[in-house]
């Protein structure tokens, strides 16, 4: 279940908190290749289930941004913004790629308050952490630090 903010007060008041994790995604040799298409990267460690199969991951692997950019569909499974008049993605800090994810393998996100500052137009701008864990491994898949800016209705 999503954690609710519904005023920028209570953005500030959850620096720190841990945002619970989104429900499990599979990652698809299909989505891999939409990235691929969108991006103009196919690479065969992306793209080549017969080359991949013998490379050093042993199957394709999702692009890293791929990965980076699901923080935007885990996002609103984590978090809800009631009373919400516009929120805008304002950029990411401290992107990593600590493990491959490979085709086939469930992923979630998990995210915690970094951060929050009042905004002097009366919005807050929030750093949420989303950690994108692969389901069974050591390490995570992504994790990167999303920025948004929040205006709530008055």
Not at 35 to 41: L, Q
Not at 100 to 124: F, N, S, T, W, Y
Not at 128 to 135: L, N, P, Q
Not at 139 to 151: A, N
Request: include cysteine; glycine fraction near 10%; proline fraction near 5%.
């Amino acid at each position: 279940m999503a954690t609710v903010f519904d005023s920028a007060a209570s953005v500030l008041a959850a620096v720190g908190r841990d945002l619970g994790a989104s429900d499990w995604l599979t990652m698809t040799q299909p989505r891999i290749d939409q990235f691929a298409e969108a991006t103009g990267d196919h690479q065969w460690i992306h793209v080549d289930p017969v080359r991949a199969a013998t490379g050093p991951f042993g199957a394709c692997i999702a692009h890293g941004y791929l990965t980076q950019s699901l923080a935007s569909y885990f996002l609103p499974q984590i978090v809800h913004y009631e009373r919400l008049a516009m929120g805008v993605n304002y950029g990411c800090d401290k992107v990593r790629f600590p493990a491959p994810v490979k085709v086939g393998a469930r992923i979630r996100g998990h995210g915690q308050v970094l951060a929050a500052e009042a905004l002097k137009d009366g919005g807050v701008q929030a750093t949420i952490r989303v950690t994108v864990e692969i389901e069974d491994g050591a390490k995570p898949g992504c994790v990167v630090d999303t920025i948004s800016r929040l205006y709530f209705e008055q």
